[in-house]
């Protein structure tokens, strides 16, 4: 794991998305795969950034480590031909593995949004990993009835999408 003072750069020892994207990319975290991008760094922010602030604390950091290697470990399970990407199957399995129900048009829609000639790479695996669960997270805190059904006024759903 990185060490305090390499995620500290910033001076108010929070870690902005450029900063974490360099930081996860000097640590190796993702391997031989290509380096996470500007915006899967974002994300990654924003589903520990609590206050709203755009970074994120070294806290914050270590949960989003333990859910790398966690994110990082079903990825490798589910590549067995070890192409670096998942297909679409893999990928339904993998969501399915998290506990996720979700039903076969969403996870089409899913595969859309992140695959490349419906081949999933680890950022984007990465960035879909986290926005289930935020999205997920969001819709539970709504739900308060357990029901499967969550209400939203138009300008928090748009804060919910917007910031996930």
Known sequence: MMTGQTVHQQKDGQVD????????TSSGISGTYQPFSLET?????????RD???????????????????????????????????????????????????????????VKRYGDNGRIKFDDFVACAVRLRML??????????????????YDDFIQVVMYS
Not at 56 to 63: A, L, S, V
Not at 76 to 103: C, F, K, N
Not at 136 to 153: I, N, P
Request: aromatic content about 10%.
């Open 17 to 24: 998305a450029r900063e974490l994207q360099k930081c996860l």
């Open 41 to 49: 760094s974002r994300i990654m922010i924003s589903m520990l950034d």
């Open 52 to 110: 709203y602030s755009g970074k994120m604390g070294f806290n914050e950091f270590k949960e989003l480590w333990a859910a790398l290697n966690q994110w990082k470990t079903t990825f490798m399970q589910h590549d067995r031909d070890r192409s670096g990407t998942v297909e679409p199957h893999e990928l339904h399995a993998a969501i399915t593995s998290w506990g996720y129900r979700l039903s076969p048009q969403t996870l089409n829609v899913i």
């Open 136 to 153: 997920t997270d969001h819709f539970r805190r709504r739900d308060t009835s357990q029901t499967g059904v969550a209400t939203f006024g």
